[in-house]
């Protein structure tokens, strides 16, 4: 964690609104950062509210997300969120993740995303990179996300958490890629048991 801090800033999503970071986190599921971003901030230009996403026309909501992927369903799902919050939530986004997945389209990693980054609340969303790079390194070795934020809760420090995950997608982004990772660049290189594997392999 001090090699990731030394190369990676710590970014604010949503100025930590807890319904714009749900919503974008919605909207980034299997697409592209630069695509949830401008999609994002289309959507929040246009529509600025709770209230207003709940009430804008669906087709204009498809439009203005169309480019995060499977436009439809999440147009409908941020719709359907946001008047489900104002009518059983009173405009109020949960704090807890046993109330944040009663929400349609929510699942551990968002529920997580939104405990971290909206509520600063002490979580580990689990997303590709970091599931990638947790069994890469050693941290853990599981097969799925959900088995990786069981045990990552049990081996990282909590003090740790809320840096966690979005240290390890600037790093899965930049150096610890799926295909070429940069082993040079690497600055865990010497306690990662896939480079030292690989280091065994070249040897033999």
Request: net charge negative.
């Amino acid at each position: 964690m001090d090699e990731l801090r030394g190369l990676y800033n710590l970014r604010v999503f949503e100025d930590k609104d807890p319904y714009r970071v749900l919503i974008r986190t919605i909207l980034s599921q299997r697409t592209r950062d630069e695509n949830t971003d401008q999609a994002t901030a289309e959507l929040f230009a246009e529509y600025p509210s709770m209230e207003d996403v709940a009430l804008a026309p669906q087709e204009k909501l498809e439009k203005l997300v169309k480019k995060t992927g499977f436009y439809r369903v999440k147009s409908k799902r941020i719709k359907e969120v946001s008047n489900i919050l104002l009518e059983k939530y009173e405009g109020i986004v949960p704090d807890t993740m046993d109330e944040l997945l009663k929400l349609p389209g929510v699942g551990r990693k968002t529920a997580n995303c939104v405990l971290v980054y909206g509520f600063e609340i002490p979580a580990i969303p689990v997303d590709t990179h970091v599931h990638r790079i947790s069994n890469r390194i050693g941290l853990v070795n599981t097969k799925d996300p959900d088995a990786t934020e069981l045990k990552l809760e049990k081996v990282v420090p909590k003090e740790f958490w809320i840096e966690l995950n979005d240290l390890m997608v600037q790093f899965g982004q930049d150096i610890c890629r799926p295909i070429g990772p940069k082993h040079e660049e690497c600055p865990i290189a010497e306690i990662c048991d896939y480079y030292e594997c690989i280091l065994n392999q070249d040897q033999s």
